[in-house]
Nanobody
């Protein structure tokens, strides 16, 4: 059984920063073999891709809406993925989800991901 547990969400003023963490666990699961991504879902909207990082951390890809403001990183030794969010805007308000893709392709579609966390709420006040 694989568990992804997000943390670090909260309420922040516009222009502020937050750092999300996603800790992975499971008897036979290691994020070392998975591309890891962050998605987000605002109220009344579909879940959308935010950022992805390859299993080795060598490549990253971001949604245009967060490029230059968000940074995804990983620490395979700690089985943890991070999302550093700076210059936050009210439109960044959403539940943020961590996801794992066991394929080797760099993918942004929700259906491509094998495992999901429960999400952490990020609220940006104007």
């Amino acid at each position: 059984q694989v568990q992804l547990v997000e943390s670090g969400g909260g309420l922040v003023q516009a222009g502020g920063s937050l750092r999300l963490s996603c800790a992975a666990s499971g008897r036979t699961f290691s994020i070392f073999n998975a591309n890891m991504a962050w998605f987000r879902q605002a109220p009344g909207k579909e879940r959308q891709f935010v950022a992805v990082i390859t299993s080795t951390g060598g490549r990253t890809f971001y949604a245009d809406s967060v490029k230059g403001r968000f940074t995804i990183s990983r620490d395979n030794a700690k089985n943890t993925v991070y999302l550093e969010m700076n210059s936050l805007k009210p439109e960044d308000t959403a539940v943020y989800y961590c996801a794992a893709d066991l394929s080797s392709a760099l993918r942004t579609a929700r259906y491509a991901y094998d495992y999901w966390g429960q999400g952490t709420q990020v609220t940006v006040a104007s």
